[in-house]
């Protein structure tokens, strides 16, 4: 029985915890990181020995014949940490045999049907998953050694990710040397749906999928063009045939006897898992991630994309109007505007539905999620625009965001508030350093000093930043001219920070050194710590605590509404 939860803490951010073999579950144990195997009779068997040090396994990949599982193993912590891809034996003796080494990090396996064959990725410093990794296959002995190994894709400046085998043992998997993660397949010239739409992801989490195969070889698969996802089936000759999917919002994507199931979500549609139509007829939604029914459709604010002009370049957004059946803001008068910075800043505001969003739209706000140049889903080139110029660029672009949807009519010109978590924090607060005009910033766990991250963060991130501003420590002084309190003239909008004392990714110092940085500039600062939180804030009493301080805050600098009583904020 699983007592403690599952999950992986594998690279800082992750790993997919589990996999099925039969009757069997293979996972990993959030308290201890080992992989167990769950057996139907409820017993837990360890697959991985307890050791002194610390160590994390994750993406279980089940061996075809179900003698050995394959992971990714993390030994140490911090920026010693050691990634490898290991075999467990699925018996519980404890054996664990070392497949590979020589990489910074590896990607999950993918496992062949019929033999004892696997493909991973791997990627070293300076380059983070999405810059730059190769592939490899490893063609393993009866008794789970290394017999042979191959290098399958590797090329200066091209991405690959999500490698899978077809039913018929055909290497696939996804890289951007067209410019856009497209569909490949090992040996071939040409890509199966060559489009300028993005089949992969980044690899912040080890082991996502977003495409499979049937069991006659056809590959189902999800793609996304400006936020918005789709999925087709590929294959047998014929170009991509869309499925009918009420939603435009894919998660993850998985395949097995002859049937497809996504995470889906849409504007109106809470994420949940949904069968796909791939025989035909629609899809059928399986399970729902609310416990309680959506409120009704005339409470829901669905997002609207839209597109300007930034330094030259299209830049794309989503925005929320303000929506309530009860009230109604004065005709005439555009409603205040929260814009939201996405963090990463490599990953992509879609437009799920999600209620958060929804909280302020019902309270007369209108909401605006930038995907400014560096957010995935727009191709390589768009993702490359922020190369050098992290904290400058993005600024940039969630500035002219603002100033299009004022010229619009859609935002108040004397009521904005700019909002951004952990990399969207420096966003955000640059944006109100350079943009006079915003009136609040909302910073949750954000980057302050960019300074204080290579030598504080996990190894994946440790070398981040290299592309981002430049080569740590050599472009020291570019690190620290990206700090929001290095911005001349005066600082206008009033700010409140929110900071997990427990952030293992941002310290909290970080936040007590923006607050004294910015009361040392006359401006309005308030600092929120929870002490026991991490990077996010989870813990349900901490979220209403923080929801209730920014209502109030957000009700008192814009002057939205009548001044609420702000809750009692920690004296840290």
């Given at each position: 029985?699983?007592?403690?939860?599952?999950?992986?803490?594998?690279?800082?951010?992750?790993?997919?915890?589990?996999?099925?073999?039969?009757?069997?579950?293979?996972?990993?144990?959030?308290?201890?990181?080992?992989?167990?195997?769950?057996?139907?009779?409820?017993?837990?068997?360890?697959?991985?020995?307890?050791?002194?040090?610390?160590?994390?396994?994750?993406?279980?990949?089940?061996?075809?014949?179900?003698?050995?599982?394959?992971?990714?193993?993390?030994?140490?912590?911090?920026?010693?940490?050691?990634?490898?891809?290991?075999?467990?034996?699925?018996?519980?003796?404890?054996?664990?045999?070392?497949?590979?080494?020589?990489?910074?990090?590896?990607?999950?396996?993918?496992?062949?049907?019929?033999?004892?064959?696997?493909?991973?990725?791997?990627?070293?410093?300076?380059?983070?998953?999405?810059?730059?990794?190769?592939?490899?296959?490893?063609?393993?002995?009866?008794?789970?050694?290394?017999?042979?190994?191959?290098?399958?894709?590797?090329?200066?400046?091209?991405?690959?990710?999500?490698?899978?085998?077809?039913?018929?043992?055909?290497?696939?998997?996804?890289?951007?040397?067209?410019?856009?993660?497209?569909?490949?397949?090992?040996?071939?010239?040409?890509?199966?749906?060559?489009?300028?739409?993005?089949?992969?992801?980044?690899?912040?989490?080890?082991?996502?999928?977003?495409?499979?195969?049937?069991?006659?070889?056809?590959?189902?698969?999800?793609?996304?063009?400006?936020?918005?996802?789709?999925?087709?089936?590929?294959?047998?000759?014929?170009?991509?045939?869309?499925?009918?999917?009420?939603?435009?919002?894919v998660e993850a994507l998985a395949t097995g006897g002859g049937?497809?199931?996504?995470?889906?979500?849409?504007?109106?549609?809470?994420?949940?898992?949904?069968?796909?139509?791939?025989?035909?007829?629609?899809?059928?939604?399986?399970?729902?991630?609310?416990?309680?029914?959506?409120?009704?459709?005339?409470?829901?604010?669905?997002?609207?994309?839209?597109?300007?002009?930034?330094?030259?370049?299209?830049?794309?957004?989503?925005?929320?109007?303000?929506?309530?059946?009860?009230?109604?803001?004065?005709?005439?008068?555009?409603?205040?505007?929260?814009?939201?910075?996405?963090?990463?800043?490599?990953?992509v505001a879609c437009a799920p539905l999600d209620l958060q969003?929804?909280?302020?739209?019902?309270?007369?706000?209108?909401?605006?999620?930038i995907n400014y140049g560096g957010s995935a889903g727009h191709?390589?080139?768009?993702?490359?625009?922020?190369?050098?110029?992290?904290?400058?660029?993005?600024?940039?672009?969630?500035?002219?965001?603002?100033?299009?949807?004022?010229?619009?009519?859609?935002?108040?010109?004397?009521?904005?508030?700019?909002?951004?978590?952990?990399?969207?924090?420096?966003?955000?607060?640059?944006?109100?350093?350079?943009?006079?005009?915003?009136?609040?910033?909302?910073?949750?766990?954000?980057?302050?000093?960019?300074?204080?991250?290579?030598?504080?963060?996990?190894?994946?991130?440790?070398?981040?930043?290299?592309?981002?501003?430049?080569?740590?420590?050599?472009?020291?002084?570019?690190?620290?001219?990206?700090?929001?309190?290095?911005?001349?003239?005066?600082?206008?909008?009033?700010?409140?920070?929110?900071?997990?004392?427990?952030?293992?990714?941002?310290?909290?110092?970080?936040?007590?050194?923006?607050?004294?940085?910015?009361?040392?500039?006359?401006?309005?600062?308030?600092?929120?710590?929870?002490?026991?939180?991490?990077?996010?804030?989870?813990?349900?009493?901490?979220?209403?605590?923080?929801?209730?301080?920014?209502?109030?805050?957000?009700?008192?600098?814009?002057?939205?509404?009548?001044?609420?009583?702000?809750?009692?904020?920690?004296?840290?």
């Amino acid at each position: 029985m699983v007592r403690s939860g599952v999950r992986s803490d594998v690279g800082g951010y992750g790993a997919v915890p589990y996999a099925v073999h039969g009757a069997s579950v293979f996972y990993v144990d959030a308290a201890d990181q080992r992989v167990h195997r769950l057996d139907a009779d409820g017993t837990s068997v360890p697959l991985t020995a307890a050791e002194d040090r610390p160590v994390r396994y994750g993406a279980p990949r089940p061996a075809h014949d179900g003698r050995l599982v394959f992971a990714v193993r993390e030994r140490g912590a911090g920026q010693d940490a050691v990634h490898e891809p290991v075999a467990l034996s699925a018996d519980g003796s404890g054996t664990v045999r070392v497949l590979a080494t020589g990489h910074d990090f590896y990607g999950a396996a993918a496992v062949h049907p019929r033999e004892a064959r696997i493909a991973f990725t791997a990627w070293d410093h300076p380059h983070m998953p999405w810059d730059e990794s190769v592939l490899w296959e490893l063609c393993l002995d009866g008794a789970g050694a290394v017999a042979s190994r191959r290098l399958v894709a590797a090329a200066p400046g091209v991405s690959v990710t999500q490698p899978c085998y077809a039913p018929d043992g055909r290497l696939h998997f996804v890289d951007d040397r067209s410019g856009w993660w497209n569909l490949r397949v090992d040996g071939a010239d040409t890509s199966p749906a060559p489009m300028a739409a993005e089949f992969g992801r980044p690899d912040w989490c080890c082991g996502l999928t977003t495409y499979g195969f049937l069991d006659d070889g056809r590959i189902v698969a999800a793609y996304r063009t400006r936020g918005k996802d789709a999925v087709a089936v590929v294959g047998q000759g014929a170009g991509p045939r869309p499925l009918p999917l009420d939603r435009d919002v894919v998660e993850a994507l998985a395949t097995g006897g002859g049937e497809a199931v996504a995470v889906a979500a849409s504007g109106s549609h809470p994420a949940a898992v949904v069968r796909l139509p791939v025989g035909g007829g629609q899809p059928e939604e399986l399970r729902s991630s609310l416990r309680r029914a959506a409120p009704g459709g005339e409470w829901i604010s669905e997002a609207r994309p839209f597109e300007f002009d930034s330094e030259g370049q299209p830049v794309f957004g989503f925005y929320y109007a303000p929506r309530n059946p009860d009230r109604r803001g004065p005709d005439g008068v555009p409603p205040p505007l929260l814009m939201t910075c996405h963090g990463g800043p490599t990953v992509v505001a879609c437009a799920p539905l999600d209620l958060q969003v929804q909280y302020w739209t019902s309270r007369g706000y209108a909401v605006a999620e930038i995907n400014y140049g560096g957010s995935a889903g727009h191709g390589r080139a768009y993702r490359e625009r922020i190369r050098g110029r992290w904290g400058v660029l993005d600024a940039a672009d969630c500035v002219n965001a603002a100033r299009h949807l004022v010229a619009e009519g859609l935002a108040d010109p004397r009521r904005l508030a700019v909002r951004g978590r952990s990399s969207g924090g420096l966003t955000a607060l640059n944006a109100a350093a350079a943009h006079r005009d915003f009136a609040a910033v909302v910073c949750y766990a954000g980057v302050t000093d960019p300074a204080a991250i290579p030598e504080r963060t996990h190894k994946m991130e440790s070398r981040y930043l290299d592309s981002l501003i430049g080569p740590w420590p050599v472009a020291r002084a570019q690190y620290a001219a990206r700090s929001p309190l290095r911005r001349p003239g005066p600082w206008t909008a009033a700010a409140l920070v929110f900071h997990g004392g427990r952030d293992p990714v941002v310290p909290v110092e970080q936040a007590e050194g923006l607050r004294e940085g910015l009361r040392e500039r006359g401006a309005a600062v308030e600092l929120v710590v929870y002490p026991d939180e991490g990077h996010a804030i989870a813990k349900p009493e901490n979220i209403r605590h923080l929801v209730a301080a920014e209502s109030a805050f957000l009700t008192r600098v814009l002057g939205h509404a009548e001044a609420e009583a702000a809750p009692r904020l920690s004296r840290h």
